[in-house]
């Protein structure tokens, strides 16, 4: 079926022959049978035009354009390789394995033999050759004549290291600033293509690196960024491809965090707030507080940034602000001393920054005393001084209410022997209570001594210490007074009720000679009353009463009796006035009597028997006996 298919092996076996041998290296001696010494693998190009063994069969080496005919009806790509250990040849077309058939296969010599080649068959092909030390690829361009072709890769190239990438148009390449990127547009067709870069569809200037297809971008930074693309043309039209070039900043730390500033303001007095940093920061804090731990990191692209708290990601209450770059810690007390990292990473790298956390706590210092309670003797102690303590200051007591208090016993101090000094006794009372008195007490020399005790000593002893204090002084010095009151006066009021008159007299405090003084002198004695309630011989008056009459009835509903009632004085029992009497009750002067139901033959009074009874209008009619009939 394929007519060329073993002559064209043929030829392809002696070609890669003499190839061989052309191309060992110098430093192998192959007469000797000397043993080669390790190698990368090392594709040999060839400079000479494929070789076209007829109108329909074409032989070419790597690095040359096959351009297929009408009339083509095999190609055979050629790959030679050295290397120690051998290298192991497989081919890819575009960027992609290929996939071998029928049609495309490879060849015992690790050729590529494309039968019948059609349209589809276009592309770049490349010799990949690798052993354990290296590897290398040389492409061949397969292509029709007319309309260019771009060697193109779908590719994403990071650099985050090295000083110089090469990539091939088509490519996303992400790399670090400072680098030398070079794009490569391997560019085939008939008539040659002319190339032309453009940067964001910008066409560049000759002042960029170009040539041969290469674009040269030296020392790259952030206004390098952008899309570049090659453009080859001919006579049978153009074609265009392009790479996006990216760069890469790994995270770095930054001085300061503006987000930090804003929400630090809104958070409250209490809040405290720490950056981390690559060396490690630490925040102090007390129980029950909150705290603000920001993350300053810049980087290209933006950083995504993961928190952890001793190594593990947080579990424990929390919320993120600001797009994670502030950890806010609603109550510390959640958490035990520890160290908080942020984690950023790009593309470009990672930074790890940190902060270590401490909590005060609470606790009771013993660390100071009062003054000695003696300067000597026996008596002379300290009392330590209980103090509540968070981070070395002196807080309210309250908060030491769940630690145990150290136990606190008084420090003896001064115990020694005083000094000789006068001793004296309580003063006697005075001699008078006014008018100038006397008061004596007993002065004397002793030293006290450290076990308690006191030694009497000489006055000499004393005197050339201090002066000897006075035993003898004046007084209740001030003059004796008294209150003197005058004769009361005229009882006054009106007569309301008994004794409610009042009188009034005037107090006076004076010397016993009779000198008035100030009221004040005599201030400690009690004062007399200057008002007093007084009786007046027009209220002494009462009601007098009778006897009660005899009662107007034995029995019945309409029995009533009487007396007098007179308003007289008491002491003439005089009659006089009522009005004299109205603050006091006027009794009854008459009341209804014998109030019961009478009976026949009841006695009426006088003695008189009730013979009849009758009604008339709802009243009782009695008659007589010795009247005769009702």
């Not at 008018?435 to 005790?453: D, E, H, N, P, Y």
Request: charged content about 15%.
């Amino acid at each position: 079926e394929y007519p060329f298919y073993r002559r064209v092996s043929g030829f392809t076996s002696s070609l890669r022959t003499t190839s061989a041998e052309t191309f060992l290296p110098t430093s192998v001696d192959q007469a000797n049978g000397l043993h080669r010494p390790h190698q990368k693998p090392a594709i040999l190009r060839k400079i000479s035009a494929a070789q076209q063994l007829s109108a329909s069969e074409v032989v070419t080496h790597l690095g040359q354009t096959v351009v297929l005919a009408s009339g083509t009806l095999s190609v055979l790509l050629h790959c030679e390789a050295v290397g120690n250990p051998k290298p192991t040849i497989s081919w890819a077309k575009n960027g992609e394995e290929v996939k071998y058939n029928d049609r495309l296969f490879l060849q015992p010599d690790d050729s590529l033999q494309i039968l019948a080649p059609v349209e589809a068959d276009v592309g770049f092909y490349a010799c990949n050759a690798s052993n354990a030390l290296g590897s290398d690829s040389v492409s061949i361009a397969v292509t029709l004549a007319g309309k260019p072709l771009i060697k193109a890769s779908r590719a994403t190239v990071i650099n985050t290291e090295s000083p110089a990438v090469t990539v091939d148009i088509g490519s996303m390449v992400k790399t670090i600033q400072k680098a030398n990127v070079t794009i490569n547009c391997q560019v085939a067709g008939v008539p040659e293509a002319k190339v032309t870069w453009f940067k964001n569809k910008v066409k560049l200037s000759s002042t960029h690196h170009l040539h041969d297809g290469l674009l040269l971008i030296a020392n790259v930074s952030l206004s390098d960024q952008g899309l570049y693309s090659c453009k080859a043309a001919n006579l049978h039209g153009e074609v265009t491809e392009s790479s996006q070039m990216l760069i890469l900043e790994p995270p770095r730390p930054l001085p300061y965090l503006e987000d930090l500033t804003a929400v630090l303001s809104s958070a409250g007095p209490s809040t405290h707030s720490v950056l981390t940093s690559p060396s490690g920061t630490k925040l102090t804090v007390s129980p029950g507080s909150s705290a603000l731990i920001g993350c300053a990191v810049d980087g290209h692209p933006t950083p995504n940034i993961t928190w952890l708290y001793s190594g593990e990601p947080l579990s424990l209450r929390h919320q993120l602000l600001a797009a994670g770059r502030i950890l806010q810690i609603l109550n510390v007390s959640d958490f035990t001393d520890g160290e908080f990292s942020c984690l950023a990473q790009n593309e470009a790298g990672s930074l790890t920054q940190i902060m270590s956390l401490a909590i005060q706590e609470y606790q009771w210092s013993v660390d100071k005393v009062t003054a000695c309670s003696a300067s000597c003797g026996h008596r002379g102690v300290q009392l330590p001084q209980l103090r509540c303590l968070l981070d070395g200051a002196e807080v309210n007591a309250s908060y030491c209410r769940e630690t145990p208090k150290p136990s606190l016993q008084p420090i003896a101090c001064n115990r020694r022997d005083c000094p000789s000094r006068w001793m004296v006794t309580s003063w006697s009372p005075c001699t008078r209570s006014c008018g100038g008195g006397i008061q004596m007490r007993r002065v004397t020399c002793q030293r006290l001594t450290a076990k308690g005790s006191s030694v009497p000593m000489s006055n000499e002893a004393c005197a050339q210490v201090s002066k000897r204090p006075v035993d003898t002084q004046n007084c209740n010095r001030q003059p004796c007074v008294e209150w003197v009151a005058s004769s009361w006066g005229q009882c006054n009021g009106p007569c309301i009720g008994p004794r409610l008159a009042v009188q009034h007299r005037q107090i006076f405090c004076q010397t016993k000679d009779g000198t008035s003084v100030s009221a004040d002198q005599c201030s400690a004695l009690p004062r007399p009353l200057s008002t007093q309630n007084c009786w007046t011989d027009v209220c002494g008056v009462h009601w007098r009463v009778s006897l009660w009459t005899v009662c107007t009835a034995t029995c019945g509903n309409y029995g009533f009796q009487s007396r007098r009632v007179d308003c007289v004085h008491i002491r003439t029992n005089k009659p006089v006035m009522e009005h004299h009497c109205s603050w006091r009750p006027r009794p009854a002067n008459w009341q209804r009597c014998n109030i019961t139901p009478c009976e026949n033959g009841t006695l009426l009074r006088g003695g008189e028997a009730e013979g009849c009874r009758g009604t008339k209008e709802g009243r009782v009619i009695s008659q007589k006996l010795s009247t005769g009939p009702c």
